[in-house]
C-alpha cells in the first residue's frame, strides 16, 4: 500500500513558476511507474506527465512539453512548472502504478492517489 502526499500548490500569476512536490510513504516506490493528473473545475481528470521507474523514460501532455518538468527520487515525485497560464488552473493530483509500461495517460491505470493540490494561476 502506498500512500501519496501532494504539496507545493498555491495561487500564482500567468508566466511565473510553481514546483509541486508528492511524497510517498509504504510499498516499494522505485518500483512504480509515477505521473501527475489534474482537473480543472467541471473538468475531466487528465494526464499531464509520467516517469518511468529509475528515472528511465518520461512522458508530457501536449500542453504542458516544454514547460513542465517532471522528475524523482527515492521517496519524492516531482514537477516543476514555468511558464504557467490561467488554463493550467487545477487541483493537481500525483498518482503511481506498479509496472506500468504504456498508456500512461490513462486513469485506469493507476492504482494510488494523492488528495491533490491546488494551483491558481491568474492572468
Known amino acids: 500500500q502506498v500512500s501519496l502526499v501532494e504539496s507545493g500548490g498555491g495561487v500564482v500569476q500567468a508566466g511565473d513558476s510553481l514546483r509541486l512536490s508528492c511524497t510517498a510513504s509504504?510499498?516499494?516506490?522505485?518500483?512504480?511507474?509515477l505521473a501527475w493528473f489534474r482537473q480543472a473545475p467541471a473538468k475531466d481528470r487528465e494526464f499531464v506527465a509520467a516517469i518511468r521507474r529509475l528515472a528511465t523514460y518520461t512522458y508530457y501532455a501536449g500542453s504542458v512539453k516544454g514547460r513542465f518538468t517532471i522528475s524523482r527520487d527515492n521517496t519524492n515525485l516531482y514537477l516543476q512548472m514555468n511558464s504557467l497560464q490561467p488554463e493550467d488552473t487545477a487541483v493537481y493530483y500525483c498518482a503511481a502504478a506498479f509496472g506500468l509500461r504504456y498508456d500512461y495517460d490513462k486513469i485506469e491505470n493507476y492504482d494510488y492517489w494523492g488528495q491533490g493540490t491546488q494551483v491558481t494561476v491568474s492572468s
Open positions: 509504504g510499498g516499494a516506490f522505485s518500483t512504480y511507474t
